[in-house]
């Protein structure tokens, strides 16, 4: 399960190169994360040791590039994958 600024890094990196055509500076995901510099870089090496991104540390942020742009659904607690898979909606639907 990846960290909350892992998480977020992941999310902000997609949108950016999927909707906007860019790799995020590392003063963009300062910006739109929230988080300091030193957070941000152990959040990218986390998600290289998970193999979310291609980056090695020590190069530029915008070095890195997305290959899995989404938490692996095996890797989330039940809690938050309660009704993605479309099981235990019933709440929602049966009234």
Not at 7 to 18: P, T
Not at 68 to 86: Q, T
């Amino acid at each position: 399960m990846l960290s909350d600024t892992a998480r977020k890094l992941l999310m902000i990196m997609r949108h950016c190169s999927v909707h906007h055509g860019y790799r995020p500076t590392l003063e963009v995901l300062e910006t739109k994360s929230g988080r300091t510099p030193e957070k941000i870089l152990a959040g990218l090496q986390e998600l290289a040791e998970d193999n979310y991104i291609l980056w090695e540390f020590g190069k530029l942020p915008e070095s890195a590039v997305v290959v899995e742009g989404w938490e692996r659904k095996e890797d989330r607690p039940a809690s938050v994958s309660w009704g993605m898979d479309g099981g235990h909606i019933d709440y929602w639907t049966d009234y």
